[in-house]
């Protein structure tokens, strides 16, 4: 019983495996130059700190972290199906920066989730567009949230 789902760049698209072992390639963090390679993904035109640097580094390096990263296999992708099944009311917002999951991503959520599902893909916005712009994002949120209660 869900009013609505909105999906910010999501991942989990089931596209190739080469992909799928591209991105968790991105997720490594054997150093801060890798730490630092991630967040100039997620932030492409944000220039880092240090401290926020070292922390993801330290946080991606959890026991948690590291253990949910090696259980990700392709397997756990997304099916088209799964996808195709989806009923609530749905906004796919895709930052026109995307920077972290591929082109391919976002088309198999284009070809594969249902009619009703709306895709917005906003200038500006990368990965983690809820950091860098939270006040976009909840006018995002928020506009959905009102259309879709008009039409319950």
């Known amino acids: ?7 910010a760049s999501p991942g989990g698209a089931r596209t190739t495996e080469e992909d ?4 968790l390639s991105y997720f490594r963090f054997d ?6 390679a991630l967040a100039a993904r997620v932030f492409p035109n944000i220039l880092f700190r240090l401290p926020y640097v070292v922390g993801m580094f330290v946080r991606m390096r ?3 972290t590291r253990r949910f990263l090696r259980e990700a296999g392709f ?9 195709a099944a989806l009923r609530p009311p749905i906004l796919l917002s895709w930052g ?3 920077r972290v999951f591929p082109p391919s991503h976002l088309a198999f959520f284009k070809k594969n989730l249902p009619s009703h599902a709306e895709i917005q ?3 500006g916005h990368g990965h983690a567009a809820f950091v ?6 909840a006018a995002q949120l928020r506009d959905f949230g009102e259309r879709i209660h008009c039409r319950a």
Do not use: N, Y
């Open 1 to 7: 019983r869900v009013a609505g789902v909105m999906l």
């Open 20 to 23: 799928h072992l591209q991105i």
């Open 31 to 36: 150093t801060l130059g890798d730490s630092r």
């Open 62 to 64: 959890r026991p948690s």
């Open 75 to 83: 397997e756990q992708t997304f099916l088209p199906e799964d996808v």
């Open 96 to 98: 026109a920066d995307e």
């Open 121 to 123: 893909e906003p200038k």
């Open 132 to 137: 860098k712009t939270p006040r976009a994002v």
